[in-house]
């Protein structure tokens, strides 16, 4: 007899994840942000949003939760998260001729709620200073 599949009650976990990437994106922009891409894909991976604040070009994990507080969604972006952010940064700005453009990694982190405004944290400058070590590899 073949399963049946469960019928969902609620956003899925894509429809989410772009609500939050929304949030996040409108939120940079109230704070004087311009928004250069979105979605921006290398071979390292995926940055939600590359965006400017006057010469400093950052570069934004959007992490969203359906439910909970934003310091769950913001300990979802571990150090191999962290590495892959750093290797597209980088092939961004190769490709786009900045080699020495100031830059900075941020997360937004965002909990949605069925009766309140999304709760939004922005931690900027996440990267963590050993990142690279040896340790790791």
């Known amino acids: 007899m073949p399963k049946q599949k469960r019928e969902r009650s609620g956003p899925s976990t894509r ?3 772009q609500r939050g990437e929304d949030a996040a994106a409108s939120y940079l922009m109230q704070r004087g942000y311009t928004i250069a891409n979105r979605n ?7 940055v939600d949003i590359i965006a400017r604040q006057d010469d400093l070009w ?10 909970g507080v934003t ?6 972006v571990n150090r191999a ?3 892959r952010l750093v290797r597209c940064l980088y092939t961004y700005l190769d490709i ?3 080699p020495d453009a ?3 990694v941020d997360i937004i982190a965002i909990a949605f709620s069925d009766t309140e405004a ?7 400058d996440i990267l963590e200073f050993d990142l690279f070590s040896a340790d790791d590899a």
Do not use: N, Y
């Open 15 to 17: 429809q989410i994840g």
């Open 81 to 83: 998260k962290q590495r």
């Open 40 to 46: 921006w894909h290398c071979e390292a991976g995926e």
């Open 96 to 98: 786009h001729q900045l």
């Open 71 to 76: 310091e769950d969604a913001a300990l979802k």
């Open 58 to 67: 950052v570069f934004v994990e959007v992490k969203s939760l359906s439910h």
């Open 102 to 104: 100031p830059t900075r």
């Open 118 to 124: 999304p709760l939004i944290e922005h931690r900027e």
